[in-house]
């Protein structure tokens, strides 16, 4: 406890004896009793809200972190309760602020900062179905992070993310695929053409030639291909 609480409390018990203090003695002493309690309280009420600013301070905004993405988690069930957990060892013993959980009508945002000088979030922007999310909750345990997402019904959930959110990944990771096979396939033309470009350059006159032949039958498989 506090020395703020601890005076808040005292302060509180006082006041209670004085509504029963008879002795003029007694009266006189409670109420000195009861200022020297509020001065100090006034005193200490700032610090701590300063102590929470600078706190607030320290932690950047959400946009400008990078996260890396929490991939492993385990679910369970129990009627219309779906539990996860996510483990991290040590979590326990990250400050309260660190750990933050928000919960939409049919997503929740996991976000935990500074977690072995690094950041890590699981973001579900649709889930298997809709819950009840005002009625949802989370707690932190020495390793765990646990989750409780409160289901209208018994539904069976088969897993956490709708079957829409797991096909917009695999179409992001098929895309980010081509991408580099294009982007390996440019490479090479590039280098082709630096090379004949080198080659028709040179002083020699068959060379020329050779290059000169070979951009016309390119050109002619292009033209028929179209």
């Known amino acids: 406890m506090s020395e703020l609480e601890q005076y808040q409390e005292e302060l509180a018990e006082v006041e209670e004896w004085l509504k029963i203090a008879k002795r003029p003695n007694n009266i006189e002493y409670l109420n000195k009793r009861i200022k020297f309690l509020r001065d100090s309280i006034k ?43 996510i483990n991290m060892d040590g979590i326990g013993e990250l400050p309260q602020e660190n750990i933050q959980v928000e919960f939409g009508k049919n997503c929740f945002d996991v976000r935990v900062i500074g977690y072995h000088n690094a950041n890590h979030r699981l973001q579900i922007n649709k889930t298997f179905s809709g819950f009840l999310h005002k009625m949802s909750s989370y707690k932190v345990t020495k390793n765990n992070i646990h989750i409780t997402l409160i289901i209208p019904d018994q539904t069976q959930w088969t897993q956490i993310k709708t079957t829409e959110n ?40 068959e060379m020329k030639e050779t290059v000169r032949e070979f951009v016309r039958q390119t050109a002619n498989k292009q033209m028929w291909k179209n």
């Open 43 to 85: 005193i200490l009420k700032p610090q701590k809200v300063e102590q929470e600013e600078q706190i607030e301070q320290q932690m950047p905004p959400i946009d400008e972190l990078k996260f890396e993405k929490i991939t492993k988690y385990a679910f369970e069930q129990e009627e219309n309760k779906i539990k996860i957990i």
């Open 166 to 205: 797991i096909i917009d990944q695999k179409k992001e990771q098929k895309e980010k695929k081509k991408l580099e096979k294009d982007g390996n396939l440019n490479e090479n033309i590039q280098g082709i053409f630096s090379m004949l470009k080198t080659c028709y350059e040179s002083n020699d006159p």
